[in-house]
C-alpha cells in the first residue's frame, strides 16, 4: 500500500501530486490568524471550501484520503460536524481511527499547548487523556505535531531547541506503529526510523512559509 503524505500546506494547493492508495494530510491546511472565529468566521469556511475544491480535483489518484485538522484549522474545532460535512470524500479523524485494507490508521488533531492555539492541551494529564485512547493494535498514527526529539527543530542545522512532545513520546514508544505522520514544526520535514517506526514530517512549507518541500511518499 502506497501512502502519501503532506501537512502544513497552510493555502498552497499543490500541484502535481504523487498517486498513491491513500493521502494522508496531517494538519494546517490554513493560514488565518488565529483570532478569525471572532473576526471572520465566514472567511474560515471560504477556505475549507478551497481545499475540499482541491480534495476533489485530485481524488482520482487516491482511494482514500484522510485529514487530521491542525493548530491553524479553527473551523474543525469552532464546529467539527459542519465542517467535516464540507469535506466530501475525505476521512477527517479526530481522536478516532479507520481501517483500510487490514491496516488501522488513527488520528488525532491534539497539539502541546502553544499560544492558545485551536487544539492545544497542556502536558502532563491533560494530553495525555488523548493519548492514551490510541488503540495499541494501531498501525500508523497520524497527529498533527512531533513527539519530543523526532523531527521537531525549527532549524535542526543550527541545532535549535526541541520541540515535540514528551508525552507523545513517551506513548509511541510503547505502541508497535508501523509509521507515526506529522508536521507542525517546518524546519525539520523528512523522515527518521526509530523504535522500529518510520517518523514522517510531512510539512510542505520551510519556516519562512514558502512551499518548498515534496510531498513524502512510502509504502506498507
Known amino acids: 500500500m502506497k501512502v502519501v503524505a503532506i501537512s502544513d500546506t497552510h493555502q498552497a494547493y499543490l500541484d502535481n501530486m504523487p498517486a498513491g492508495d491513500i493521502l494522508i494530510h496531517s494538519g494546517d491546511y490554513s493560514l488565518l490568524a488565529k483570532n478569525i472565529k471572532e473576526t471572520n468566521p465566514s472567511l474560515m469556511e471560504s477556505e475549507l471550501r478551497d481545499l475540499a475544491a ?7 489518484l487516491y482511494r482514500h484520503m484522510i485529514l487530521v485538522p491542525g493548530n491553524h484549522d479553527w473551523i474543525f474545532e469552532c464546529d467539527y460536524d459542519f465542517a467535516c460535512s464540507i469535506l466530501e470524500g475525505v476521512s477527517v479523524l479526530n481522536d478516532r481511527s479507520i481501517e483500510i485494507d487490514g491496516i488501522k490508521i488513527w ?5 502541546l499547548e502553544y499560544r492558545d492555539w485551536a487544539f492545544n492541551r497542556a502536558a502532563g494529564d491533560e494530553i495525555l487523556k488523548h493519548w492514551n485512547a490510541i488503540p495499541k493494535d494501531t498501525d500508523i498514527l497520524v497527529t498533527h505535531g512531533p513527539p519530543l526529539g523526532i523531527l521537531d527543530q525549527a532549524y535542526p542545522q543550527d541545532n535549535s531547541p526541541l520541540l515535540g512532545d514528551i508525552d507523545l513520546l513517551n506513548t509511541v514508544k510503547n505502541l508497535n506503529l508501523k509509521a507515526h505522520i506529522f508536521g ?14 518510520l517518523f514522517v514530517n510531512a510539512s510542505i512549507m520551510d519556516e519562512s512559509y514558502s512551499p518548498t518541500f515534496k510531498p513524502i511518499t512510502f509504502e506498507i
Do not use: M
Not at 54 to 60: D, E, L, N, T, Y
Not at 107 to 111: A, D, L, V
Open 184 to 197: 507542525h514544526i517546518h524546519g525539520s520535514h523528512g523522515t527518521k526510523e526509530e523504535f522500529e517506526t
Open 54 to 60: 482541491w480534495f476533489k480535483s485530485i481524488s482520482h
Open 107 to 111: 488520528g488525532s488533531p491534539i497539539n
